[in-house]
Each structure stands twice: as C-alpha cells, then as structure tokens.
C-alpha cells in the first residue's frame, strides 16, 4: 500500500540522508540497538501503521522489520520538508 514511499525510504538509507531525533538515539540504547539495526529494520521492513502527527500534522510511518541479529523492530519515521529521512523513534517489538 505504501511501496512509493517506502522505496523512497530505503533511498534515503542508502544515500546516507537521514537524520536521528535524540529520542530516537536514547530509545536505541535503552533497546542496546546500533544505526546498522535501524538501518536493516526500515531495508527489511514493512509499513504497518501511518499515522498524522498532532503537533505538524505531518504523516509518520511505522515499519517493522529485523535487526542485525533478526530481532524485530518498529522504527518511527517521516520525511522531513527537506527531504531527508527522520528516524523519531525506535524499539524493540
């Protein structure tokens, strides 16, 4: 359902446009992940969810996928007005 936008996502990944929240930076090492595990979740992952952010009103997407070590994994994220990639959050599932 949400292909386009996901293959945009994991062109962000692969061209190193993404940025990190500190949210997300703190949740990762509460959950012990690295940026490979946030990475592999969204090149391995599916949208389950799209929501509206209440604040912006910006649309997030929440893709599960797999870590390094195949755990799985939900990662928050949008694409900013400049176009690159938000990681918001991330955790374990």
């Known amino acids: 359902m949400y292909e386009r936008i996901l293959k ?3 062109d962000k990944i692969r061209t190193r446009q ?8 703190e949740e ?3 959950d012990d992940l690295t940026i490979f595990d946030v ?4 090149l391995t ?3 389950v969810e799209r929501q509206k952010d209440h604040n912006s009103g910006d649309w997030k997407y929440l893709i599960q996928g797999q870590t390094v070590v195949g755990k799985q994994v939900i990662v928050v994220t949008k694409l900013s007005p400049t176009n690159k990639l938000v990681f918001i959050t991330v955790y374990l599932e």
């Open 28 to 30: 990762m090492d509460e």
């Open 45 to 47: 992952g599916e949208i």
């Open 8 to 10: 945009q996502m994991r």
């Open 39 to 42: 990475e592999r979740g969204v």
């Open 18 to 25: 993404y940025v990190m929240t500190v949210h997300a930076e």
